[in-house]
């Protein structure tokens, strides 16, 4: 009865009438039918190992279907680091002396599938300013004498039109020249004439012609990844340390690798970015959109990095007489700007110091460069060399390190032109106060922290300003 008298309760209640009954479904079919429900799909959560440039590691639980770009992306809000979109996961590979860098849209859980178990095998994660530097500098990257054109194009190519051939999936540019290729089972190496086109990378059998009949195909890139060589000559016994190789995904070994060895980094920097645009295509260039994809005003193919602030609002003011005025003139701004650091750093070695002795600043003076980021204590030339690879051949990637040639001095290591260069910095001492330079005095600086943040705004007598630094960061 209690039942009855409660669904009489409900059934009296009045019905509210549907202003768009054109919208409801037939009273005998169901509104939502069980095929049509999306099915949860249950995601799989594996532990992953990343490490950083000073071997510390840290463990994340990720999904199963989780992207490199996806595993940078919680590393960076984890450890509060600011992403500038240059932070990227690499694949070493120990025993073969081999890596990569994964591109954002891999997924990490295929890439170790591919791993063999008894190798230690390690996942990185650091800067890589190259990633996508050819989208804004391609010319650099494609040197005229290992680029062919169409024959139908004209011979001035234009900045966005070798991008758009590269990204076309009709024309193709053809990348040409020299390569070392080691032969299968053999330690011995052998130099021919390559060529790369849309359908694959092909070497000549009779010097540098070619014919379809003196073509043979040397690689397919869909079954395999394109790594570098690390460790140069030692392992493989390359003519040069610019080697590069295609392993299968399946691979039981070395035994599978094809090896190839260029004469200089700009060749193979050239042949490595062609091959990654011929294989990814416009995916390459939709992950180097994505994190541009919320500006507005942004055209494709000609991204310019957003100013800053000070760029576009402040300027040199004087404020030491009654009245304030702005500094016009570059050389005057130059030099308040330089006093006033020296003004800066006096009152930060007088606060810290609680004796005020002059010895006791000097010693000051001489470490306070220690903790920076960019400075690398005792590392060899070989080591700055690796690193400043590893983070990218880009104009003004750099790094500071003692010198191992002359204990009191220090060196500046630079990338410039898909170079590496290096300049000594040498202390002076004037009127018993130490300073540095790098052109034999004309520019003197009190410690390293004030020639870093001049030759960050100034070239000077680098051949570029210096913009990224290598850094060992901690996870």
């Known amino acids: 009865n209690r039942r009855k008298k409660k669904d009489d309760n409900i059934l009296e209640i009045p019905s509210i009438p549907n202003p768009f009954p054109e919208l409801c479904c037939s009273p005998f079919a169901s509104v939502l039918s069980a095929s049509l ?96 530097e050819f989208f804004k500098n391609p010319l650099s990257f494609f040197p005229d004498h290992m680029i062919s054109f169409p024959s139908e194009t004209n011979a001035a190519v234009s900045h966005s039109a070798i991008l758009q051939m590269f990204l076309s999936s009709s024309t193709y540019p053809e990348i040409h020249g020299y390569l070392h290729a080691k032969e299968q089972g053999k330690k011995s190496w052998k130099k021919l004439y390559f060529l790369l086109r849309r359908s694959g990378l092909y070497f000549s059998t009779k010097g540098t012609s070619k014919e379809p009949r003196h073509l043979q195909v040397f690689c397919e890139f869909s079954n395999s990844d394109m790594y570098m060589s690390l460790t140069g000559k030692k392992i493989s016994g390359a003519p040069t340390n610019y080697g590069f190789c295609f392993k299968p995904n399946k691979s039981g070994g070395t035994r599978d690798l094809k090896q190839l060895c260029a004469d200089d980094e700009q060749s193979r920097t050239c042949w490595m970015t062609a091959i990654r645009l011929l294989k990814y295509g416009m995916q390459l260039y939709q992950n180097y959109m994505q994190p541009y994809q919320g500006r507005s005003g942004c055209s494709p193919l000609n991204i310019t990095p957003m100013r800053s602030i000070s760029e576009n609002s402040l300027v040199a003011m004087d404020f030491s007489g009654h009245r304030s005025r702005i500094i016009e003139n570059p050389t005057e701004a130059l030099s308040v700007a330089v006093e006033e650091g020296l003004a800066w750093r006096r009152r930060g070695c007088l606060r810290l110091n609680s004796h005020g002795s002059p010895i006791a600043m000097s010693n000051m003076g001489m470490s306070i460069h220690r903790s920076q980021s960019w400075f690398h204590h005792k590392i060899s030339r070989e080591e700055a060399q690796r690193l400043i690879l590893q983070h990218g051949l880009v104009d003004g990637v750099f790094l500071v390190r003692d010198s191992q040639s002359n204990p009191k001095t220090f060196v500046l290591s630079l990338s410039h032109g898909l170079k590496i260069k290096h300049f000594q910095i040498v202390p002076l001492e004037d009127d018993g106060k130490l300073f540095y330079t790098l052109d034999d005095g004309h520019t003197r600086f009190t410690d390293l922290i004030q020639l870093v943040e001049f030759y960050q705004l100034n070239k000077g007598v680098l051949p570029c300003k210096l913009k990224h630094y290598c850094a060992r960061i901690a996870l």
């Open 37 to 132: 429900l999306p099915k949860a799909t249950s995601r799989k959560k594996q532990v992953i190992k990343v490490y950083s440039e000073d071997d510390t590691s840290r463990a994340l639980e990720v999904p199963s279907d989780i992207t490199a770009r996806d595993v940078c992306q919680l590393l960076i809000l984890k450890n509060q680091y600011i992403d500038d979109h240059s932070w990227t996961l690499f694949e070493q590979l120990t025993h073969t002396g081999l890596g990569r860098a994964i591109e954002d849209h891999e997924l990490v859980m295929e890439v170790q599938s591919n791993w063999v178990m008894e190798e230690e095998n390690k996942l990185y994660f650091r800067k890589n300013y190259a990633k996508y």
